[in-house]
């Protein structure tokens, strides 16, 4: 390097706090394969970094790392000499490393004093929120979900427990990723179903809009609408799976039932509104109903029920009771 460059020492300084986008990274990358020098410049600040980020204490004020940079360089380029390079190499090395080292270190005062993760969850009834980005997030009872206080500049990132339901907002920048044991799942914008509840062997990928890229280690799968993927913790296995008959797409708001045993339609109502549903008697469990509900309430999703099969509906101390003789 015969000079400062400004553009690549701005990169590395955010290379060395960990906070370069993956275009960024690329561009170091191909800057290091320029020459040995470059190498060696890099090297040079990250046996500077490795040494001194530990020791580093507070910041007392606001630094202007651009204003000190500009004035080391003004006060060594100010001489008016013109000196060999090859003779101050490792001065002008241990110049840019200090600088950039410090550039790096303010950033990384900065952001260790961010706030505690957020953490959400849901106890006995499901619990809907939005983000900070926009995203509507529906968690199912006994489910948790861990995020920043504030996404960064990269991705939005967040860990589940249990299972939820995903309303992304689009943010092509900035890919929406969720964790949920060791399986990744990421998208930039669309709706979908984490699911490690009902089988905690088990995750299970369902979406509903868009496309959702599923991964484990080097098993991968893009999944698009109306499709389904599984991971098998105990054979170490990620495969496209069949919804079983009757599955909401998601268990809060939408279903869709193609001859589904009534038993099995009033199980899931009872799990995604988190009331209890049940049947007067148990002529009526294997009922064959076939509907699509999206997006309704509770008391209209019952009517509709009711309505099919010409059915009353009776209030009991814990929800709701289908009252009717059979489905003939």
């Not at 079983?244 to 001859?259: M, S």
């Not at 109903?289 to 509770?298: E, F, H, Q, V």
């Amino acid at each position: 390097m015969n000079n400062f460059d400004e553009k690549i020492d701005s990169l590395l300084a955010k290379y060395l706090a960990g906070e370069c986008s993956p275009d960024e990274e690329r561009v170091v990358q191909n800057w290091l394969a320029e020459s040995a020098e470059n190498e060696q410049y890099l090297s040079d600040l990250v046996w500077l970094w490795e040494r001194s980020a530990s020791g580093l204490a507070p910041a007392p004020r606001t630094v202007d790392t651009e204003a000190a940079l500009q004035n080391v360089k003004n006060n060594l380029r100010g001489t008016g000499k013109v000196v060999s390079m090859s003779r101050y190499r490792t001065f002008w090395l241990r110049a840019a490393a200090v600088l950039l080292l410090a550039a790096a270190a303010v950033y990384w005062w900065q952001t260790t004093g961010t706030p505690e993760p957020v953490r959400m969850a849901a106890a006995e009834t499901v619990l809907t929120d939005t983000l900070t980005d926009g995203s509507v997030i529906t968690l199912q009872q006994n489910s948790a979900l861990t995020l920043p206080a504030t996404f960064n500049r990269r991705e939005r990132r967040l860990r589940l427990e249990g299972e939820a339901y995903f309303e992304v907002a689009p943010d092509s920048t900035r890919p929406f990723v969720v964790e949920v044991q060791d399986v990744q799942v990421q998208v930039v914008g669309t709706a979908f179903t984490v699911d490690n509840f009902n089988d905690a062997g088990k995750v299970v990928v369902t979406v509903t809009e868009g496309k959702v890229h599923v991964r484990k280690d080097r098993q991968e799968l893009l999944l698009g609408p109306g499709e389904q993927a599984t991971y098998d913790r105990a054979k170490a296995v990620l495969q496209r799976t069949v919804q079983e008959q009757g599955t909401p797409v998601f268990k809060n708001r939408i279903f869709r039932f193609d001859a589904t045993p009534l038993q099995m339609v009033v199980k899931q109502l009872s799990e995604a509104y988190g009331v209890e549903i049940s049947l007067n008697n148990e002529q009526l469990e294997n009922c064959p109903l076939t509907a699509r509900y999206n997006n309704l309430t509770l008391d209209r999703v019952l009517n509709l029920v009711a309505e099919s099969f010409s059915f009353k509906i009776e209030k009991s101390g814990k929800g709701y009771i289908l009252v009717g003789e059979g489905c003939e």
